[in-house]
């Protein structure tokens, strides 16, 4: 594969807090094609303290988020927001669509931090508003 081609390939990045349509930092999916919803296959522990984290060590409950098709110019500007691989990693996880399963990159959050989310769904509305949950 010449370095053109390569510069040009397609990857699909599945997303499930700050990223996704509607919140701030979708800025940097302006590029980036919208595939539609999608949910992890595997279950995973969705965090939310100052941002939302994906913690792959925790088997809680499939992610729920947006897929969406970018460049390799747009996957290096998410690797530079999520820190990878420095603070977050980068990972190839399947996801389920409605068009079906498919692999897709998502960014994990390497310690448990935060609030857990059991749904695994980050919404903002409801995760950041109500503070710590009660122990009972």
Known sequence: MGQRSARNR???VFVYGTMKRGFPNHRLLADASY???ASTVERYALYVDMFPGVHPGDAVSPIRGELFEVSAKVLRRLDALEGHPNLCRREMVA???TEGRRDAWIYFYPTRE???IPSGEFDPDK???SGPSSAD
Request: no cysteine.
């Open 114 to 116: 935060g609030r857990l």
């Open 95 to 97: 996801v389920e669509t």
């Open 127 to 129: 995760e950041l508003k």
């Open 10 to 12: 397609q990857h699909a």
């Open 35 to 37: 595939l539609g919803a």
